[in-house]
Structure formats: C-alpha cells, structure tokens
C-alpha cells in the first residue's frame, strides 16, 4: 500500500487544475450544488466495485465521496487497509480513470473526498474544517463499506500539491488519525508562496481567508504546516 499511496500521489500531480478564470468575476470556479443523498453502485472492470456516494462536510454541505474496494471482498467481512487520497488545487478525484482498478487488483479500500473549504469547495488550501473532514474519513468510509471492516493499523493518507498541504495538516494536527501519510510537492508556508501561485489560486486564497497575507496573516499561518514544526521546511 505504501508503494500505492506514492504512485496515486505521483498521478495527483498530473490532475488538470481547474480552468484559470478569473475568480473575481467567478468567485469560486469549483463551485457546484449539494450532491443527493444517494449511494450508486458500479462494476469497474473485472475485480474493482466503485461507490459512488456522499458526505456532510465541517459546515453541514453534502460533498461527493468515491469508494473503491475489491469485488471479491464485498459481503465476505474481511478486514482490508484503507488509502485515501486528497486532491490537488482545483483537481478532480484521484479515484477514478487510470487508477480507479487499482483498489481492486491489489486488495484495499480507495477513497476520496470531495472537499469543502470556507468558502470554495475544491480550493480548500487547509481549511480547518476540511481538515478535519479528512482526519475523519476512516470513520466516514467505514460507514458505507458493505460487509467488510477497515484494518485500523492499515490507515493511509496520500496527496500532492494543495493536497499535499492537507496530508501534512492532518498529519500534524491529527498524529492518530493515520497510520502514514505521503505528501508530494506541499506547500509548507502559504504566506510565503503566495505571490507564487496562479492568479486563480491567489484570488481562491483570498476569497477563503478574507484577504492576502498582508491583511490576514492569522489564517495562511493556520493553514501553513510550517506553524506546527517550528521552522522554515527546505
């Protein structure tokens, strides 16, 4: 699983961000409508089962969640380990296309979450409550899981870029909510890259925290997994 969770890491780099609209006029790009309370059951290849199903995120939206897990597990109640994996800024689920079989070819659970920041929904950039959305997303998969158990000692966390920032908050904030967490190209210090970041992330930022760096410097430290190691990260 370790080797997965750096492979599906890898792909999240290569997720398409979305469109770089201007955000001003746009103010969330990545916006969509609650999802229904439903759960959709479908057959991805020979050995994979995709669920696709929801969740009430930190302030009571109801968000996507995709679940993948071996069909020869279902109703069987074997104990399996757990990826899950955060996507980058703007980016689409990682559980699907490419890696979607991969759950079911080497035997784990792979899920995603939609996201939800303050006010943007995949723009999250460590939004507390998303936060601890995904430290909770152990608990919110084994919810819906038919018939098998997660392995609590089998528990992974993997994402890249803004997804990476949150694996590295979590991590931080929430040490037992995972077994391991992988972080590819993070953002450790939001305040400082800033003026770095495209002008849609730059303006999705601003929107979340209420200004820049300058004005709200309080909320990029909350999101910055640098406040919580004590130094500057290379």
Same mark, same amino acid.
């Given at each position: 699983?370790?080797?997965?969770?750096?492979?599906?890491?890898?792909?999240?780099?290569?997720?398409?961000?979305?469109?770089?609209?201007?955000?001003?006029?746009?103010?969330?790009?990545?916006?969509?409508?609650?999802?229904?309370?439903?759960?959709?059951?479908?057959?991805?290849?020979?050995?994979?089962?995709?669920?696709?199903?929801?969740?009430?995120?930190?302030?009571?939206?109801?968000?996507?969640?995709?679940?993948?897990f071996p069909r020869a597990a279902e109703n069987t109640g074997r104990v399996l380990p757990l990826l899950v994996a955060a996507h980058p800024a703007g980016g689409a689920s990682t559980c699907v296309d490419q890696i979607a079989s991969l759950a079911g070819r080497f035997?784990?659970?792979?899920?995603?979450?939609?996201?939800?920041?303050?006010?943007?929904?995949?723009?999250?950039?460590?939004?507390?409550?998303?936060?601890?959305?995904?430290?909770? @997303?152990? !608990?919110?998969?084994?919810?819906?899981? /038919?018939?098998?158990? +997660?392995?609590? %000692?089998?528990?992974? $966390?993997?994402?890249?870029?803004?997804?990476?920032?949150?694996?590295?908050?979590?991590?931080?904030?929430?040490?037992? @909510?995972? !077994?391991?967490?992988?972080?590819?190209? /993070?953002?450790?210090? +939001?305040?400082? %890259?800033?003026?770095? $970041?495209?002008?849609?992330?730059?303006?999705?930022?601003?929107?979340?925290?209420?200004?820049?760096?300058?004005?709200?410097?309080?909320?990029?430290?909350?999101?910055?997994?640098?406040?919580?190691?004590?130094?500057?990260?290379?």
């Amino acid at each position: 699983v370790r080797r997965l969770a750096l492979l599906i890491g890898l792909s999240c780099l290569f997720v398409p961000a979305a469109a770089q609209a201007d955000s001003r006029a746009v103010p969330d790009p990545s916006a969509r409508p609650d999802v229904p309370a439903v759960t959709i059951r479908q057959d991805v290849g020979a050995k994979t089962v995709m669920l696709r199903t929801w969740y009430e995120t930190w302030n009571g939206r109801r968000r996507a969640m995709t679940i993948l897990f071996p069909r020869a597990a279902e109703n069987t109640g074997r104990v399996l380990p757990l990826l899950v994996a955060a996507h980058p800024a703007g980016g689409a689920s990682t559980c699907v296309d490419q890696i979607a079989s991969l759950a079911g070819r080497f035997g784990f659970v792979l899920a995603c979450l939609d996201g939800q920041g303050i006010s943007t929904r995949a723009f999250s950039y460590g939004a507390p409550g998303q936060i601890a959305d995904l430290a909770a @997303a152990p !608990r919110l998969i084994a919810g819906r899981l /038919p018939g098998m158990k +997660l392995d609590a %000692r089998k528990l992974y $966390l993997v994402g890249s870029s803004m997804g990476g920032t949150e694996v590295l908050l979590v991590g931080l904030r929430y040490p037992g @909510a995972y !077994r391991e967490t992988v972080a590819l190209d /993070p953002v450790t210090d +939001l305040g400082f %890259r800033f003026n770095s $970041l495209p002008l849609v992330r730059r303006n999705q930022l601003e929107a979340e925290c209420a200004g820049s760096p300058t004005l709200r410097r309080s909320c990029y430290v909350v999101r910055s997994p640098i406040a919580y190691v004590g130094k500057r990260a290379l």
